[in-house]
Antibody
Framework: EVQLVESGGGLVKPGGSLRLSCAGS????????MNWVRQAPGKGLEWVSS???????FYADSVKGRFTISRDNPKNSLYLQMNSLRAEDTAVYYC????????????WGQGTPVTVSS | EIVMTQSPAALSVSPGERATLSCRAS??????LAWYQQKPGQAPRLLIY???TRATGIPARFSGSGSGTEFTLTISSLQSEDFAVYYC?????????FGGGTKVEIK
């Protein structure tokens, strides 16, 4: 089955760190750009970061310098290391796949919730 | 940053009626626009890419049009399963940006 499964979310204090993971299956993981998108409670979608390869990485300004995206193609896995977390980072974090050239995000995981609170 | 503005914020439609959703970009995105559907508690689902191409498995009642800065998603005859929130997204420039969403509600 073609799917993405996120893990690693949870409750963390402001200033803390968390590492999210996303496991892909049923497709050739290395052939796709991978992305993180988040959704704060009751709010809309916000793009967070994308990775094609280690040389082609993009971040939203809101997370630049605090979050690091990476991938391990042999393990079919995507990661998001989140440091210096703030209350406004509280959201459900989705990983999503996109073809190249980019044509939208055609496969999404179920999401993992992150809560930043003292 | 390209700002995406969706209107209306909410739309009340009776089953079987037509729904027209709008998305405006603050600068031209050519046809680099996607539409997503999101139901409560679920991940978004890609409906349309390239402004007008339906994604795999998307019913023909969903259609997209427009280019440049003005885009429209039309649902020709609303079914019960179509009541959801719809988002547009531009992928012309980084950062990728989404519109604020349009909630399609049952009238």
């Amino acid at each position: 089955e073609v799917q993405l499964v996120e893990s690693g979310g949870g409750l963390v204090k402001p200033g803390g760190s968390l590492r999210l993971s996303c496991a892909g299956s049923g497709f050739t993981f290395s052939s796709y750009m991978m992305n993180w998108v988040r959704q704060a409670p009751g709010k809309g979608l916000e793009w967070v970061s994308s990775i094609i390869s280690s040389s082609y990485i993009f971040y939203a300004d809101s997370v630049k310098g605090r979050f690091t995206i990476s991938r391990d193609n042999p393990k079919n896995s995507l990661y998001l290391q989140m440091n210096s977390l703030r209350a406004e980072d509280t959201a459900v974090y989705y990983c999503a796949r996109s073809e190249l050239p980019l044509n939208g995000f055609d496969l999404w995981g179920q999401g993992t919730p992150v809560t930043v609170s003292s | 940053e390209i700002v995406m503005t969706q209107s209306p914020a909410a739309l009340s439609v009776s089953p079987g009626e037509r729904a027209t959703l709008s998305c405006r970009a603050s600068q031209s995105v050519s046809s680099n626009l996607a539409w997503y559907q999101q139901k409560p508690g679920q991940a978004p689902r890609l409906l349309i890419y390239g402004a007008s191409t339906r994604a795999t498995g998307i019913p023909a009642r969903f259609s997209g049009s427009g280019s440049g800065t003005e885009f429209t998603l039309t649902i020709s005859s609303l079914q019960s399963e179509d009541f959801a929130v719809y988002y547009c997204q531009q992928y012309k420039n980084w950062p990728l940006t989404f519109g604020g969403g349009t909630k399609v509600e049952i009238k």
